[in-house]
């Protein structure tokens, strides 16, 4: 398994912009969540989803949109970047819909926009 | 309303020495909570949780917390601690009386000194 992976790794973009990062994963994980890492704030929850075409906003949803039309994969989207966007993203995902269950990561991707 | 506190932003200890990193929670149902790991320029990685039973958990690399339900606590110790163990750990916590939602703590960066 590749467990969850997530591409670009890096990306620049231009306040305005717009831009989709990847998320997949191989483990048939019903549970699928993207964060964002800023320095003092730790990970904030943007959005989540709980299986195929359902999803539901975390705490930072603003700018940012998500579907979840496979198991396997889960984009989020930047409809018009901004400087305030500039942070690592995270993606990860849970084998079910547990409580109890932990999270497993992806590699993150950092994203700058001037 | 769920939430994470880790008071400390960093901690110093020497090698050999034990280490704690501190971490309170609150929640309205009853907690489950989480530690989690994060070497650099890496995803997070699970370390450990707390479900239910036995206060004391064991986890991963030597690492164990205890959770204190009259002091919404849940430290992470170690009782002898490697250089290799320097990383940023989070904190994170779910409610078992709410959504799907994990809330995370901002961090402590844990160093230790040879």
């Known amino acids: 398994n590749a467990g969850v992976t997530q591409t670009p790794k890096f990306q620049v973009l231009k306040t305005g912009q717009s831009m989709t990062l990847q998320c997949a994963q191989d483990m048939n994980h019903e549970y699928m969540s993207w964060y964002r890492q800023d320095p003092g704030m730790g990970l904030r929850l943007i959005h989540y989803s709980v299986g195929a075409g359902i999803t539901d ?3 930072v949803p603003n700018g940012y949109n998500v579907s979840r039309s496979t198991t396997e994969d889960f984009p989020l989207r930047l409809l018009s970047a901004a400087p305030s966007q500039t942070s690592v993203y995270f993606c990860a ?3 079910r819909l547990e409580l109890t269950d932990t999270q497993y990561f992806g590699p993150g991707t950092r994203l700058t926009v001037l | 309303a769920q939430s994470v506190a880790q008071p400390e932003d960093q901690v ?3 090698e050999g020495n034990p280490l704690t990193v501190k971490c309170t929670y609150s929640v309205s149902g009853n907690p ?3 530690w989690y790991v994060q070497y650099p320029n890496r995803g997070l990685q699970f370390l450990l949780k707390y479900i239910t039973g036995d206060n004391l958990v064991k986890g991963s690399y030597g690492f164990e917390a205890e959770f204190n339900k009259s002091q919404t606590s849940f430290h992470l110790k170690k009782p002898s ?3 290799s163990d320097s990383a940023l750990y989070f904190c994170a916590v779910r409610d078992s ?3 799907y939602k994990y809330i995370f703590g901002t961090g402590t960066r844990l160093k230790v000194l040879a």
Request: charged residues 10%; hydrophobic residues 40%; neutral net charge.
């Open chain 1, 93 to 95: 995902s849970s084998p």
């Open chain 2, 12 to 14: 110093n200890v020497a």
């Open chain 2, 32 to 34: 489950y909570l989480f």
């Open chain 2, 97 to 99: 009386r709410g959504t």
């Open chain 1, 57 to 59: 906003q975390g705490e």
């Open chain 2, 81 to 83: 601690a490697l250089v």
